[in-house]
């Protein structure tokens, strides 16, 4: 399995927007995807930055580039909220991964969140 990790943000007042945006658009779009296998959004809500983590099966699906159009409206709805400042994207072998059960849900969903 591989791990792709894409960072970036929005501004604090703009986080929640971008958590919808996250749990509404974009990873109802990436479970459209071949060899798509879960994901992680990961928040800072003080600075609103943000880190996704998305698990593929092979390095060639976690590499490619997405195009659907469910993807490009999500990254489209993304862009309108997002800062603009983003990290390189990383490409990440996984050698381990363990979920408690309880870890199924987030602690605190934001509002307007699924």
Known sequence: MYA????????PDNRDDMNVAV???????????????????LEDRATGHGMM???????????????SPAFRDALSAILRISTGERAPTHCWHVNAVLFDA???EPAAKAAGSI
């Open 53 to 67: 983590l998305t698990f593929w099966d092979t390095e060639d699906q976690a590499l490619r580039p997405l195009s």
């Open 23 to 41: 749990t509404e658009l974009l990873i109802p779009a990436l479970q459209s995807e071949a060899g798509f296998r879960g994901a992680v959004n």
């Open 102 to 104: 309880k870890a199924a």
């Open 4 to 11: 792709m990790v894409v960072q970036g943000g929005a501004t």
